[in-house]
């Protein structure tokens, strides 16, 4: 099967600091990525769509100022938490598509301290 | 606006025993359904996915579902479970004419399995 995978695993960071994460696709072109959001417990939240080589569509109540995407080329898609605060604690997952599938990283988990 | 139900947030078996979990849907359009598995701290693993054709479809480590539309549900069945099936499973419904297929995740169910 198709593999994405994504960077860093895991990641701690202060408080008021960016953290970026990357999501990459290694044997297959994807032309439209997905990042979700997963609070404990609780089920995964699509954040936003993004497509190479164009701005990210992100669902409603998202800040697209906070969360930055950059879909630069076919394999690589990045999530910039910026001025992260505790809240933002979670864990995020990408996923990678090229049709009508979806391939999932393994995920994120962020503490903001 | 699609949505997905899954109406048990835990569900505890026997090892050996048969596994049931619930999948219910809502989507205007034909759909395309999947069930994943999450262990703790890890990303999504896909058992299975309905496309069209046989409605009874097989999936990995032995799981199967079936897609009902009259009752629009996806429900995924293992017939006899095994001590690291315990894990979260959650069930997805994507567009079936979406390029890219964007994906709603139902609540999730937690699967504990006694010995």
Redesign the interface.
């Known amino acids: 099967?198709a593999v994405v995978s994504?960077h860093p695993s895991r990641v701690i960071c202060k408080s008021g600091t960016s953290v970026k994460i990357e999501c990459r696709s290694l044997d297959f072109q994807a032309?439209?990525m997905?990042w979700y959001r997963q609070f404990p417990?609780?089920?995964?939240?699509?954040m936003a769509?993004s497509?190479e080589g164009s701005k990210a569509t992100y669902e409603q109540g998202v800040e697209k100022d906070k969360f930055l995407i950059n879909h630069a080329s076919l394999t690589l898609s990045t999530l910039t938490v910026t001025s992260a605060h505790p809240e933002d604690s979670s864990?995020y997952?990408c996923?990678a598509?090229s049709?009508?599938?979806?391939?999932?990283?393994?995920?994120t988990?962020l503490t903001v301290v | 606006a699609q949505s997905v139900t899954q109406p048990d947030i835990h569900i505890t078996v026997s090892e050996g025993a048969s596994l049931e979990l619930r999948c219910n849907y809502s989507y205007g359009a034909t759909p395309y359904l999947f069930w994943y598995v999450q262990s703790p701290g890890q990303g999504l693993q896909l058992l299975l996915k309905y496309f069209s054709g046989d409605t009874l479809v097989q999936g990995i480590k032995g799981f199967e579902a079936e897609f009902k539309r009259s009752q629009s549900s996806f429900n995924l069945r293992k017939p006899s479970v095994h001590w690291s099936d315990a894990a979260e499973y959650f069930c997805a419904v994507g567009a079936l004419q979406a390029a890219g297929n964007k994906l709603t995740f139902g609540g999730g169910t937690r699967v504990l399995v006694k010995p």
């Open positions: 099967g994504q032309t439209t997905f417990k609780q089920s995964l939240m699509l769509t497509n864990f997952i996923s598509s049709g009508s599938e979806a391939f999932f990283g393994q995920g988990r």
